[in-house]
Nanobody, 116 residues
Framework: QVQLVESGGGLVQAGGSLRLSCAASGRSISSYTMGWFRQAPGKEREFVARINWSGSVTYSVDSVKGRFTISRDNAKNTVWLQMNSLKPEDTAVYYC?????????WGQGTQVTVSS
């Protein structure tokens, strides 16, 4: 079992930055693909970014490319999402997910609110 705890969310003005953290416990996530997802009010959860087990390959959705950066430190069992140039449409609950083969774990989410 992997437990994931997100932190770093909050209220920020448009154009500002936040850094989300996802701390894992229970077992090492060094073999896991890690991802960030978000869910805005009244909308379905959507993919934001993912990073492979070594951190050598990342992918993000077009709407955040050039603004958000996903990174990880397997020694710290932690994944981050650096979010710059935030927009009101980035407002959502952000979730961290760990995936390996058929196993997938989710955190409880952290709220990000961007005011205009």
């Amino acid at each position: 079992q992997v437990q994931l705890v997100e932190s770093g969310g909050g209220l920020v003005q448009a154009g500002g930055s936040l850094r989300l953290s996802c701390a894992a416990s229970g077992r090492s996530i060094s073999s896991y693909t890690m991802g960030w997802f978000r869910q805005a009010p009244g909308k379905e959860r959507e993919f934001v970014a993912r990073i492979n087990w070594s951190g050598s390959v990342t992918y993000s959705v077009d709407s955040v490319k050039g603004r958000f950066t996903i990174s990880r430190d397997n020694a710290k069992n932690t994944v981050w999402l650096q979010m710059n140039s935030l927009k009101p449409e980035d407002t959502a609950v952000y979730y961290c997910a760990a995936t390996w083969n058929s196993s997938q774990y989710w955190g409880q989410g952290t709220q990000v609110t961007v005011s205009s």
